[in-house]
C-alpha cells in the first residue's frame, strides 16, 4: 500500500519530477518508443539527471511492484500474471495523468514500467531460488 501511494506521488504529483503544476489540455504520446528513442537520440544535450530520471527511471520505479506482487501472492502468480498487473497498474496511472492533465500519458512510460515489473518478478524468482538452496544446505547440516 505505501509503495502504491509513493509511486501515485511521485509519477503525478511529485514538483521534484516537474509534475506539480496541470496543464490547460491533455498531453499525451500514443507512438511506441518515440520518447525513448527522443531521450537516446538528444541525450547529449539534456542533463544526465533528465535522461536516468526517464528512461531508468521508470522501469526503476516498477522493479519493486515486480518484487512484491511473487512475494504478496506467492507461486500464484506466474511470469504473465505479474507482467499484466505491472501493466495494468502503469496504464492506470497514464490514464490518471490524462483525465486530470498531471504529466503527459505516454505509451513509453507504460512500456518501461511494465519492463520494470517484469525485471522485479525475475529478480525475486532469482533470490527465491537461492534463499530455497541455502535454506536446504542449512537444514542438511
Do not use: C
Not at 516537474?18 to 538528444?42: A, S
Not at 539534456?46 to 512475494?71: D, E, H, K, Y
Not at 495494468?88 to 515489473?117: P, Y
Not at 530455497?132 to 537444514?139: S, V
Amino acid at each position: 500500500m505505501l509503495y502504491s501511494i509513493s509511486i501515485v506521488y511521485f509519477l503525478i504529483f511529485s514538483d521534484m519530477f516537474g509534475r506539480g503544476h496541470g496543464y490547460e489540455e491533455m498531453r499525451y504520446n500514443l507512438t511506441p518508443f518515440l520518447e525513448i528513442k527522443r531521450f537516446v537520440k538528444y541525450r547529449s544535450y539534456m542533463t544526465n539527471t533528465s535522461v536516468m530520471l526517464n528512461l531508468v527511471g521508470n522501469v526503476l520505479a516498477f522493479v519493486p511492484f515486480g518484487m512484491l506482487i511473487r512475494w504478496v501472492r506467492g507461486k500464484k502468480t506466474g511470469f504473465f500474471t505479474a507482467t499484466l498487473a505491472a501493466f495494468a497498474f502503469s496504464l492506470s496511472i497514464e490514464l490518471v495523468q490524462l483525465i486530470t492533465k498531471l504529466g503527459v500519458f505516454d505509451v513509453d512510460d507504460i512500456i518501461m514500467n511494465t519492463f520494470g515489473g517484469m525485471l522485479g518478478y525475475i529478480i525475486y524468482y532469482i533470490l527465491a531460488r537461492f534463499d530455497r538452496k541455502r535454506r536446504k544446505k542449512i537444514e542438511k547440516q
